[in-house]
């Protein structure tokens, strides 16, 4: 074995650090040549998305109500995405690195991955890496990005984001500074790190199916119910953050139609299911790689744990209520199985064994970011303390 097997580094894996993305940041200086600069680049980001839009409504009266019909201080869309959601999909990255390199290692360390499938898994590995820094997705990404920016401006007229940035100029409505760099700073930032996470989240479904093909030893008795995988939970948690960015930008939106527009908050209850089902379904897919391996499992260890019951039942039986003679039969004497009410729990285990690594705390992870945004919303028509209530009992 290698120094650098032995050290466990060939098991690393990282869903952020080494891709074209990061490697930008760090030639330019916003990550540093150690860790993240997650503070560094949350306030950069802020500032340079937000701040030249606040000051040229402040500086062309646009900024606060009075001034002009619908000012900036009232589309709290724009200040929640600058100063919440793009700070939290850079943040998410702090998630995105050491999550993985905790948990991906754990397939080996625990034994679910054999020794003799090691290379096979570290072959994986590098391949979700290539995946991860493909040129040609990172070349799409900002393809897409641009394309939002030409269609943006081509329907500035119709976006009710900008009514505060609209100006007349010798008669005919157009577009403030503040509203050029909407359209070609702060939207286009956005645009890019969603559809970066939207990336990461393909990469992490890809590596999670192609380790879900290997030889998994799973042990249909593992207390967490799925054969050893429970550990797989945590993995929603790498997007907790930028579920909860997105939630907080519907949000703010659908606040601003509440408060401005008379719009009833009860009329966004299914397009919030829709959202929220949504997100579940995206998040919660990769885990999903394991559900055929995991019904076989349990297809299978029921046959075999159910035939090994039967036969010490059989036994016992044989020697206690037949009163036969039964001398030197392992099965009877075997410690790790013990009295007939062990060997009884044992097949309750099995047949407990759930076909997927999707429990509470996964479910969890993505769906309370995704209702938390929500809650200042409803609390604008409905009193706070009827919906927290409703809130506790549907996740109760």
């Excluded at 050029?180 to 990461?200: D, E, I, M, N, Y």
């Excluded at 394991?290 to 159910?306: E, I, V």
């Excluded at 285990?349 to 409803?378: D, H």
Aim: proline content about 6%; aromatic content about 10%.
């Amino acid at each position: 074995m290698t120094q650098l097997d032995s050290s466990g580094k060939d098991l690393s894996f990282s869903l952020v650090r080494g891709d074209p993305w990061f490697r930008l940041q760090r030639a330019i200086g916003l990550i540093p040549s150690t860790g993240l600069g997650i503070v560094r680049r949350c306030v950069v980001l802020a500032l340079i998305t937000w701040l030249p839009i606040a000051i040229w409504a402040v500086l062309w009266r646009r900024a606060v109500p009075g001034e002009v019909a619908e000012p900036l201080l009232q589309h709290f869309g724009v200040h929640v995405r600058c100063l919440l959601a793009i700070p939290l999909l850079v943040g998410a990255e702090l998630v995105g690195d050491l999550l993985p390199q905790r948990l991906v290692p754990f397939f080996v360390t625990s034994g679910l991955v054999p020794e003799e499938s090691r290379s096979q898994f570290v072959q994986i590995l590098r391949a979700a890496e290539r995946l991860r820094d493909a040129w040609p997705a990172w070349a799409s990404m900002l393809g897409i990005t641009l394309l939002v920016v030409v269609l943006g401006y081509h329907d500035s007229a119709h976006l009710h984001e900008l009514v505060w940035a609209s100006t007349d100029s010798a008669g005919r409505p157009s577009l403030g500074f503040g509203g050029l760099w909407f359209l070609f700073v702060f939207r286009p930032v956005f645009v890019f790190l969603l559809l970066v996470w939207v990336w990461r989240l393909v990469v992490c479904g890809v590596l999670l199916w192609q380790i879900s093909r290997l030889d998994l030893q799973l042990v249909p008795t593992h207390p967490d119910r799925v054969g050893g995988l429970g550990f797989l939970e945590d993995i929603p948690l790498i997007f907790s953050p930028v579920v909860f960015a997105m939630s907080a930008v519907i949000a703010s939106r659908w606040a601003h139609e509440v408060l401005y527009h008379g719009v009833d908050v009860n009329s966004f209850k299914s397009p919030l299911a829709v959202f929220v089902v949504t997100m579940l379904v995206l998040y919660l897919a990769p885990l999903a790689s394991f559900t055929g391996r995991l019904r076989r499992l349990k297809q299978r260890s029921l046959l075999d744990y159910g035939a090994l019951v039967g036969e010490h039942g059989r036994l016992v039986r044989r020697r206690w209520i037949a009163g036969e003679e039964i001398t030197e039969v392992p099965l009877l004497q075997a410690v790790e199985l013990g009295p007939v009410i062990d060997t009884v729990s044992m097949y309750e285990v099995v047949a407990g064994v759930r076909t997927t690594p999707i429990g509470k705390r996964s479910l969890l992870a993505i769906g309370l970011p995704a209702l938390l945004p929500m809650i200042p919303l409803w609390a604008i028509q409905i009193p706070i303390k009827e919906m927290l209530l409703t809130l506790l009992k549907a996740l109760s």
